[in-house]
């Protein structure tokens, strides 16, 4: 492991074209993709803001063997075929600076009123009120920067009371999961198709002391549900921050696996997919109550019955 040389893939591309080339990453390196926003810092307690001016990055890691060209050469292809064509960096790294590499891209994160999301290598002082979860990504998503994890982290601080039991269905780094028993939940069960996620959210609910609280397994819903209990009206609060084609195609199941009167909280959601995701919703009883916009990106709360929002 030590010895073995990784290559960094950095893609630099308009910020709504980013979720469409982090797509064509994922195809190379399904293990681990992220999106870096163009933020700029404001302070060190104070978080960031989205700067237009300039680019998003999409970034991957690809293991240096025989295979590397033509893994190169098809995200190459890929891309081109989408009528994309942004300026590619590659760079080798030993496996020890791979590590690290990507750490310097993420500071402490202001979200919503109260919480607060600190980096485990970042200086923080809290203060009474904040809801502070201490995280390490890994290569999982989920830092806090992108537009739809802080939607979810917003309409958490609201959705989220007393004694509630959470799914959290695509868990990436835990960070929803470990928000949402710091706001109170009893318990979450958490939810990925990548191994690394279920490592890496298993590791930020030690890091914050809400492991026994946190359960993380490999699946999602349906047939690749992994727990012994029925996933059906298990959950008073869904959260699933995946995207427009999957909350659609789990939409059944996901509005099963809720209890009478559960919400559901889904991001992931292009503003173009946005109408569709609400219709597959309220044809299945549960309607948009509450809604943020984040640049291109959407993220909903639905609960059942009343007048959609």
Excluded at 25 to 38: D, F, K, M, T
Excluded at 158 to 172: C, Y
Excluded at 237 to 244: D, T
Aim: charged share 20%; net charge negative; aromatic share 4%.
């Amino acid at each position: 492991m030590g010895s073995s040389l990784w290559c960094e893939v950095r893609v630099s591309v308009p910020l709504e074209q980013s979720e469409v080339v982090a797509e064509v990453l994922r195809e190379a390196a399904p293990a681990g993709v992220s999106i870096e926003e163009p933020l700029i810092l404001l302070g060190p307690e104070e978080g960031v803001r989205l700067d237009p001016r300039r680019p998003a990055v999409v970034s991957c890691y690809l293991l240096v063997d025989d295979a590397l060209g033509v893994r190169l050469d098809a995200i190459d292809r890929a891309l081109a075929a989408r009528d994309l064509r942004p300026a590619i960096e590659t760079r080798r790294l030993a496996e020890a600076d791979w590590a690290d590499a990507w750490k310097e891209h993420f500071h402490v994160e202001h979200v919503g009123r109260r919480t607060v999301i600190r980096p485990s290598w970042r200086e923080y002082s809290a203060r009474p009120d904040d809801v502070l979860i201490h995280l390490d990504p890994g290569m999982a998503f989920g830092t806090g920067q992108h537009a739809t994890t802080r939607g979810c982290l917003e309409l958490l601080e609201d959705a989220v009371q007393p004694g509630m039991q959470v799914l959290d269905v695509g868990t990436g780094s835990g960070i929803l999961a470990v928000a949402a028993v710091k706001l109170g939940a009893a318990h979450v069960f958490a939810l990925d198709l990548e191994p690394q996620a279920v490592t890496v959210t298993r590791e930020n609910a030690a890091l914050n002391g809400v492991a026994a609280r946190i359960t993380v397994a490999l699946g999602s819903l349906g047939d690749a549900w992994p727990f012994p209990d029925p996933a059906a009206g298990s959950a008073d609060l869904v959260v699933a921050n995946i995207h427009a084609r999957a909350l659609r195609e789990l939409a059944p199941l996901l509005v099963a696996a809720l209890r009478p009167g559960g919400a559901a909280i889904l991001s992931g959601i292009i503003a173009e997919q946005e109408a569709s995701v609400r219709d597959t919703y309220a044809a299945l009883g549960l309607h948009v109550h509450g809604a943020l916009a984040g640049g291109e990106w959407r993220t909903l709360l639905l609960r059942p019955g009343g007048l959609p929002a």
